[in-house]
């Protein structure tokens, strides 16, 4: 049974950093596009970043608008674990982030939806104070 866990979320003040990290089993990790998402209260969920499945042409790592610069994602295929390193926190990025696995060649800008995501882990709440 695949599982997705993610971890590392907090409270922290804003200009702070976290990184996130999120672990998947029972699945070959390494051919999974790989999602972060999140979501606030009374918002919709948004694709924050993704990046994609080893092997893919040219290699793919995208990012919303607003963590740009900021918001750093990687992945350790040999750890089965995808990363997520925030700095310059601010208050509008508090929500609860998720982690998402794809075997669909599916990182880019139409992540927004989730759509196309098959596993997803059960969220880590980021919290930052102004």
């Known amino acids: 049974q695949v599982q997705v866990v993610e971890s590392g979320g907090g409270v922290v003040q804003a200009g702070g950093s976290l990184r996130l990290a999120c672990t998947a089993s029972?699945?070959?990790?390494?051919?999974?596009?790989m999602g972060w998402f999140r979501q606030a209260p009374g918002k919709e969920r948004e694709g924050v970043s993704c990046?994609?499945?080893?092997?893919?042409?040219?290699?793919?790592?995208y990012y919303i608008d607003s963590v740009k610069g900021r918001f750093t994602i990687s992945r350790d295929n040999v750890k089965n674990t995808l990363y997520l390193q925030m700095n310059s926190l601010k208050p509008e990025d508090t929500a609860m982030y998720h982690c998402?696995?794809?075997?669909?060649?599916?990182?880019?800008?139409?992540?927004?939806?989730?759509?196309?995501?098959?596993?997803w882990g059960q969220g880590t709440q980021v919290t930052v104070s102004s």
């Open positions: 998402a696995a794809a075997d669909t060649d599916i990182c880019g800008p139409n992540i927004a939806s989730g759509a196309g995501f098959g596993y």
């Open positions: 990046i994609s499945r080893s092997g893919r042409s040219g290699g793919i790592a």
């Open positions: 029972a699945l070959t990790f390494e051919y999974y596009d």
